[in-house]
């Protein structure tokens, strides 16, 4: 259980949000390198139309996947409803399908593969762990309320 003085996500994420997929989306899908960061498109769950936005990636050990640092946002409702989806980076285009992970598997992918991305430089590592907010040191409390999807195959 996480401790009570640690805020949980809400979802939506911060007010920058907004402006940051303004500006990335135009540089992910001409191909401009933003360290893990692609495009992902999933089907809405209400309409049926295709919904893009950049998302992390986290590949590490031969796992990859995406957690939602900012909680319940709509890209994670989607992908929970549809379970497939299109990871795009310049002219790069990857159909995949994924399962959401229960509270157990999803701490294990944050200690299997998070962590040891972030480990890997002092950048990621803040980053990780300021802007996403993800106490990676307790990979329990670090996915509580915040979906994470793991890549299995291509369907």
Same mark, same amino acid.
């Given at each position: 259980?996480?401790?009570?003085?640690?805020?949980?996500?809400?979802?939506?994420?911060?007010?920058?949000?907004?402006?940051?997929?303004?500006?990335?989306?135009?540089?992910?899908?001409?191909?401009?390198?933003?360290?893990?960061?692609?495009?992902?498109?999933?089907?809405?769950?209400?309409?049926?139309?295709?919904?893009?936005?950049?998302?992390?990636?986290?590949?590490? !050990?031969?796992? &990859?996947?995406? %957690?939602? /640092?900012?909680?319940?946002?709509?890209?994670?409702? #989607?992908?929970?409803?549809?379970? @497939?989806?299109?990871?795009?980076?310049?002219?790069?285009?990857?159909?995949?399908?994924?399962?959401?992970?229960?509270?157990?598997?999803?701490? !294990?992918?944050? &200690?299997?593969? %998070?962590? /040891?991305?972030?480990?890997?430089?002092?950048?990621? #590592?803040?980053?990780?762990?300021? @802007?996403?907010?993800?106490?990676?040191?307790?990979?329990?409390?670090?996915?509580?309320?915040?979906?994470?999807?793991?890549?299995?195959?291509?369907?």
């Amino acid at each position: 259980m996480p401790s009570a003085d640690r805020a949980q996500p809400r979802g939506g994420g911060p007010r920058w949000i907004p402006f940051f997929n303004a500006v990335a989306k135009p540089l992910l899908k001409l191909g401009v390198p933003m360290g893990p960061d692609v495009l992902i498109t999933v089907s809405g769950r209400k309409t049926g139309l295709p919904r893009t936005t950049p998302v992390t990636i986290c590949e590490y !050990g031969g796992r &990859r996947g995406f %957690i939602s /640092p900012f909680g319940e946002t709509n890209w994670a409702r #989607n992908l929970r409803a549809a379970g @497939v989806a299109t990871i795009s980076f310049g002219g790069r285009r990857e159909t995949v399908k994924t399962v959401e992970l229960n509270q157990e598997q999803a701490a !294990g992918f944050v &200690r299997d593969v %998070i962590l /040891p991305i972030a480990r890997q430089s002092r950048l990621g #590592n803040w980053f990780v762990r300021n @802007v996403d907010g993800l106490d990676i040191d307790h990979p329990e409390d670090a996915v509580v309320g915040r979906p994470v999807f793991e890549i299995v195959s291509e369907p």
